[in-house]
């Protein structure tokens, strides 16, 4: 049988090993993401470097100014449909981490919840005479604790969602309206 101060001894060690634990974990998913935004850039720039001086190269070749503005209004619209597949990559990787995010602390949390009550219940076992009280207070403290906690993921999960709903609307209102626009912009260069 454990004593009061050896129980909060564990306790607190089990408790620093969890944070230290979910703080690896965020580290971690934080640099993989780190890493697909770079990886994303570099080729983005690389393809944008070697394409940049491809269409140098057309827009010099142009024998007037009608093959000039004509070349230039149909590179117009692949560039456009390429900063869209950026923004639509980005805002995955951002999502993606934001999932593991929120899979990872709600496993820690559970994790812990669950350390918590089995200490709390370890506590009321050897608990003194006329403490029932406190116990039930206590007990009371932490159920309130995971009633807000579970409110407070179910409000960023939804504020998550919309943010992402909002996003895919406006790059698909972007690219139609790019889209439209390539056209019209090719009738008024010839």
Do not use: C, W
């Amino acid at each position: 049988m454990f004593t009061l101060p050896e129980q909060f001894s564990a306790a607190t060690k089990a408790n620093f090993d969890a944070q230290l634990a979910i703080l690896s974990a965020f580290t971690s998913k934080a640099i993989e993401s780190v890493e697909k935004v770079v990886e994303l850039n570099l080729t983005v720039a690389k393809t944008s470097f070697e394409e940049s001086n491809a269409a140098a190269k057309q827009l010099l070749a142009a024998k007037d100014a009608q093959e000039f503005l004509n070349l230039t209004t149909a590179h117009a619209q692949p560039n456009a449909d390429k900063a869209l597949a950026y923004a639509r990559h980005l805002a995955s990787i951002s999502a993606g981490a934001q999932a593991e995010f929120a899979k990872t602390t709600e496993a820690h949390v559970a994790e812990t919840n669950r350390k918590v009550v089995a200490f709390v219940e370890e506590i009321s076992k050897n608990a003194p005479a006329g403490s029932e009280n406190a116990i039930a207070i206590l007990k009371s403290a932490i159920g309130n604790a995971n009633a807000s906690y579970d409110q407070f993921s179910k409000t960023t999960k939804q504020a998550v969602e919309t943010l992402e709903a909002n996003l895919n609307t406006a790059v698909n209102q972007i690219s139609q309206a790019a889209t439209k626009a390539a056209p019209r912009a090719a009738k008024k260069a010839q």
